[in-house]
């Protein structure tokens, strides 16, 4: 239903024409032409005027009809706000109005859009009993305090408004966020308190319903990032790579209850990750008994020593670590690849299994930094798409034979060092 029943008035500061769209409850309307403030209920008094202020870039008018959320609305005012803080982030209010439905806001910011409503059914009086918490309850829905309270400041205004307002004007805030990114906020000007409600909305088919130029629309309407099927597979690829990488540890020596002390050999074939010494005892005091050696078959020497629930670690070069429980102790160690003797004693009724290629948090978190890393580099370097499984696939081999690091490092020299040779 469009609202029909408008009708004119003349500025009594500049004599335009002024039209009047907004309904009986309209206080004052500002002038579009000459910024003056005209009180509607004293024979339209000039009471201020907002001076030396160039209108906000919005690509919404007054008198505008479109619809949101299946009601026509029509556009009767606009207010812009600024705040303490962050004086050059202004954003607009669209004020709504529709015979049948009342009064509403569209709140534009940088191209995006979203719609607010007074509710009449918050519970005030609870809010300021319990002095402003930092959550609340509305609708059977959760909201959390998103920033202290903050003051905002009418910087610009236009149109047909409930009430007088004028420029400076302070009104203190609570923005409430629940989990669907919707937004109660409290408001407070001077001793009235108001509660709105704010949703977000498909910005592109509002600005369609309000007629809105679709070039325009293109440019103001923030861009999706849209990932074409080579980057999806790139990124899946990836991604179960990592989730392989973390369960990829597997056992090279196991023993287990025997009384007999003996030597054996361990092959370590791998030495991207760490490898994992678990050592599991019936009681405490067996563990105070056992031995282990762990002897590198090339130089001899001893690069691991377990001594009385103790560790030593032969070389600087090798990092490890421990934690031990009440009858179990965990050994980290960094062993470079190669064969080495191992040689238990007292080693009865203990089980040792070693794992290789242990992946340890720290390394998770690295694999999962590259692979931000890399999505990045993909996302802002604009590949051939024929090449982009390519490096993908680079990216995996590598990382599995090389490590993560050394593997991005050469994708980034063969790039610019394909990218000058084509200059040339």
Not at 320 to 346: A, F, H, R
Request: with cysteine.
């Amino acid at each position: 239903m469009s609202n029909k029943k408008t009708y004119s008035i003349k500025c009594t500061s500049c004599n335009a024409p002024l039209n009047i769209l907004g309904g009986g409850r309209i206080n004052s309307v500002t002038c579009e032409y000459c910024n003056s403030v005209l009180d509607m209920n004293n024979e339209y008094k000039v009471l201020s005027q907002f001076e030396n202020i160039s209108r906000p870039n919005t690509p919404f008018k007054l008198g505008m009809v479109g619809v949101i959320n299946d009601i026509e609305w029509t556009i009767i005012a606009c207010v812009s706000y600024k705040t303490d803080d962050y004086e050059d982030n202004i954003w607009s209010e669209l004020s709504l109005y529709s015979p049948l439905y009342g009064y509403a806001w569209l709140v534009y910011e940088d191209g995006k859009l979203a719609f607010s409503k007074r509710v009449r059914d918050f519970d005030l009086l609870s809010w300021e009993l319990k002095n402003k918490p930092k959550t609340i309850f509305y609708n059977k829905t959760h909201y959390i305090l998103a920033e202290e309270e903050y003051n905002s400041y009418i910087d610009f205004v236009e149109g047909e408004l409930s009430w007088i307002a004028k420029k400076g004007d302070k009104i203190r805030c609570w923005d409430y966020i629940g989990l669907k990114k919707n937004v109660v906020t409290i408001e407070k000007i001077d001793k009235e308190i108001e509660v709105y409600k704010t949703d977000k909305i498909d910005a592109r088919k509002v600005y369609e319903s309000f007629g809105i130029d679709k070039e325009i629309i293109d440019d103001i309407t923030p861009k999706d990032i849209k990932f074409s099927p080579q980057t999806k597979l790139s990124f899946t690829i990836i991604f179960l790579f990592m989730v392989y990488a973390f369960f990829s540890s597997y056992t090279v020596y196991y023993h287990t209850k025997s009384s007999v002390d003996y030597n054996r050999i361990l092959n370590i074939t791998s030495d991207r990750f760490l490898t994992h010494i678990e050592i599991k005892a019936s009681s405490y005091r067996l563990l105070k008994k056992l031995k282990i050696d762990i002897i590198n078959t090339k130089s001899k020497d001893v690069e691991l020593t377990y001594r009385d629930n103790n560790v030593t670690f032969q070389h600087k070069l090798l990092s490890g670590m421990e934690k031990g429980y009440k009858n179990q102790i965990d050994i980290y160690v960094k062993l470079p690849k190669g064969k080495y003797i191992i040689s238990p004693k007292n080693s009865k009724n203990i089980s040792i299994t070693i794992e290789q290629s242990y992946v340890r948090m720290i390394y998770i978190s690295t694999m999962i930094a590259l692979y931000i890393l890399y999505m990045i580099i993909f996302l802002i370097v604009e590949y051939k798409k024929q090449n982009f499984i390519y490096y993908t696939l680079a990216f995996v081999i590598g990382s599995l034979s090389i490590g993560f690091l050394p593997t991005i490092i050469l994708l980034i020299i063969f790039k610019v060092y394909t990218s000058k040779k084509a200059k040339k």
